[in-house]
């Protein structure tokens, strides 16, 4: 079976630069759902149809799940699940790149490019081996109940929190989680099982093709 994993359309303090983490929040922007929409068309365009479609409980993430559900005229269900929320970033939800940066440099270093390293105490974050049993242990539960060889199970979550699920499901040990950088809004990254969820294959890592438009620093973390 097979895992469609999409980040949430851009939203506002996307496009600001600040960081949302698991209780921070803002809405979509207008031209996100442009974007939700041209990745419905490509969906479509591959005969692409899913069993269930799963979502953390973040506004902006239901959002594009539901948009992009009503794009495709798909009648699976909606399942909503806390362990796809974003990283629990504590303190620095809210606050700016830069000046978290600026307070926390070491620490916002290791959180982008060296997560073994990755010590949030000082803002009392979430560690990244915590996200990752979370996200994992529904992972193998979805790999579990679709076992059938062409089931397909779309997830919306979010930036930071997918990069670290997928590429710890894909075998990627821990200090090199973030070797091929972050994701973009709205784009598409695929694994297959063949062992109900005990390995995982990489089929496609952060496609953004279908979205047609040049892309920024503000759209990828």
């Known amino acids: 079976m097979q895992l469609y994993f999409v980040r949430h359309g851009k939203t506002k303090w996307n496009l600001e630069g600040r960081y949302q983490g698991s209780n921070g929040n803002s809405p979509l922007l207008p031209e996100s759902y442009e974007d939700i929409a041209r990745l419905a068309t490509y969906l479509k ?3 692409t149809h899913f069993r269930a479609f799963y979502t953390s409980p973040l506004q902006r993430a239901s959002d594009t799940v539901i948009s992009l559900r009503q794009a ?3 009648t699976a269900p909606i399942i909503t699940d806390n362990r796809l929320k974003e990283f629990n970033l504590g303190k620095l939800e809210g ?3 830069t000046d978290a940066e600026r307070k926390f440099p070491v620490q916002i270093k290791a959180f982008r490019y060296h997560p073994d390293r990755y010590d949030p105490s000082a803002f009392g974050g979430e560690k990244f081996t915590s996200l990752i049993a979370r996200g994992k242990s529904l992972v193998t539960e979805i790999a579990k109940r679709y076992q059938a060889e062409d089931d397909k199970v779309l997830i919306v979550s979010h930036g930071a929190a997918l990069v670290a699920i997928i ?3 894909a075998g990627t040990d821990l200090a090199d989680l ?4 972050g994701l973009v809004n709205t ?3 695929i694994l297959e ?3 109900q969820g005990q390995t995982f294959q990489e089929i496609s890592w952060n496609q953004t093709d279908f979205l047609h438009k ?6 990828i973390i």
């Not at 973030?178 to 950088?181: A, F």
């Not at 040049?214 to 759209?219: E, F």
């Open 45 to 47: 365009s591959t005969d």
């Open 72 to 74: 495709l005229g798909a």
């Open 95 to 97: 606050m700016s790149f």
């Open 167 to 169: 590429q710890s499901l």
């Open 178 to 181: 973030r070797s091929r950088g």
């Open 187 to 189: 784009s598409l990254s």
């Open 193 to 195: 099982t063949k062992d």
């Open 214 to 219: 040049k892309l920024g620093v503000t759209d």
